[in-house]
Nanobody
């Protein structure tokens, strides 16, 4: 069983950048598809980005495509979410989650219910 811990959230102004990190223990992230989800008050949880296990394939919600980048750091068993040009509507609690283990585990439609392990979340607030 893999455990996940997110960090890097905070308060930023619109247009600024922030990078979130998700550190895994108890498992090798290469064997998991990894996704970032977010949830704002009064809104449904939404998928932000996902990367396939053992593959460079990554996927993004239309609302963040071109602004966010998901990156693996296998040496540190960590995945990052680089967020640029942040907007107030990006404000939410961000969670990393995984499904697997399998080197053939792919994101697919990456619905939240498909992911077995979740981190505790880190809050991002974008406000002037």
């Amino acid at each position: 069983q893999v455990q996940l811990v997110e960090s890097g959230g905070g308060l930023v102004q619109p247009g600024e950048s922030l990078t979130l990190s998700c550190v895994a223990s108890g498992g090798t992230l290469e064997r998991y598809a990894i996704a970032w989800f977010r949830q704002a008050p009064g809104k449904e949880r939404e998928g932000v980005s996902c990367v396939d296990a053992a593959r460079p394939n990554s996927y993004y919600a239309l609302s963040v495509k071109g602004r966010f980048t998901i990156r693996r750091d296998n040496a540190k068993n960590t995945v990052h979410l680089e967020m640029n040009s942040l907007k107030p509507e990006d404000s939410a609690v961000y969670y990393c989650a995984v499904k697997g283990p399998s080197l053939e585990m792919w994101c697919g439609s990456w619905r939240s219910s498909d992911f077995q392990e979740w981190g505790q979340g880190t809050r991002v607030t974008v406000s002037s």
